[in-house]
């Protein structure tokens, strides 16, 4: 059993050995070995090695003042630390480290992984944070629950290759991606509800089973419009057509029905026809 010397004096040079031979001395670290242990002198010139008892193990450099006791010089512990010449800092068994930084003047909390490189970054003073995963792909996951973004300002969402949403399971899935310069939404269904909409685009291809829309005003201005079509069907309490120049109609058949008057005015006209000619009606006036 190892006893210690409780004597009253607070004067660390009268931290002498107990008379069992245990002590508990400050001392000075001289270096760290490979094996985690620390090597100190003590306050009296004798060196010991050191076998950390704190947890988690910090990181230790030469000149911090650390307290050691034991009962040998080669069976003595390190029990806390008393000084440290360096930012604060905790080492892991993995080489993990947390300390406090500098950065321009200002604290900051750093974790990083045993190369070294950043994992979380805190700056207090602005309450930002940094999350990072330099080896590997990062996730956030809730098993049980709903994961929510939000953010007072705007929120950014970049990828080197490729940024994808997915909502739903399976084929019903919706998915939308960004890939370089192509962007690319697929779903079962789609629902857009705006008060104004406007949209600027050089070249549009639509390709669609069906077509069915709903305007209550509309105006459309064309610099040339082309429509290829098998059977087109027009319906229309009221329809003007003006053309400046030439208005054409070229068919195999032309039919033109009205149960109501008729009436065809020109500056010139002519009716011209390979075969035969035929007006009939109850009065043909001419002149």
């Known amino acids: ?20 031979g245990a002590w508990v001395r ?25 076998v950390v008892a704190t947890q988690p193990v910090p990181s230790f450099e030469a000149g911090d003042r650390v307290l050691a006791t034991g009962e040998r010089t080669d069976a003595s512990f390190l029990i806390g630390v008393l000084e440290t010449k360096s930012p604060a ?37 602005t309450g930002g944070m940094v999350l990072s995963s330099p080896r590997g792909p990062f996730a956030i996951r809730s098993e049980a629950g709903d994961i929510e973004l939000q953010a007072s300002g705007a929120v950014r969402v970049a990828g080197g290759e490729r940024v994808e949403l997915r909502g739903g399971h399976g084929d019903d899935a919706a998915t939308f ?5 192509l962007s690319k939404l697929t779903s079962d269904a789609i629902d857009v509800t705006a008060r104004r909409a406007r949209a600027g685009i050089a070249d549009v291809k639509l ?28 319906r229309a ?51």
């Open 1 to 20: 059993m190892i006893s210690f010397d409780r004597s009253p004096s607070h004067d660390p040079s009268a931290w002498g050995p107990a008379s069992s």
């Open 26 to 50: 400050p001392a000075t670290v001289l270096g760290a070995g490979a094996d985690g242990r620390v090597f100190a002198r003590l306050d009296d010139g004798t060196v010991v090695n050191l």
């Open 89 to 125: 800092k905790l080492v892991t068994k993995q080489r993990v480290s947390a300390r406090i930084a500098v950065v321009e003047g200002r604290e900051r909390l750093e974790i990083r992984d045993a190369d070294d490189r950043l994992l979380v970054s805190v700056d207090p003073s």
């Open 177 to 181: 991606s960004l890939e370089g310069a």
């Open 207 to 234: 390709a669609a089973r069906t077509l069915a829309s709903r305007i209550e005003d509309a105006r459309h201005e064309y610099g040339r419009v082309e429509t290829v079509a098998e059977r087109v069907v027009e």
């Open 237 to 287: 309490k009221t329809a003007m057509r003006r053309v400046e120049e030439l208005s054409e109609l070229a068919a195999g058949r032309i039919r033109s029905v009205a149960t109501g008057g008729m009436t065809l005015r020109a500056g010139h006209a002519s009716l011209e026809a390979d075969d035969e000619v035929r007006i009939d009606g109850k009065h043909i006036n001419l002149g």
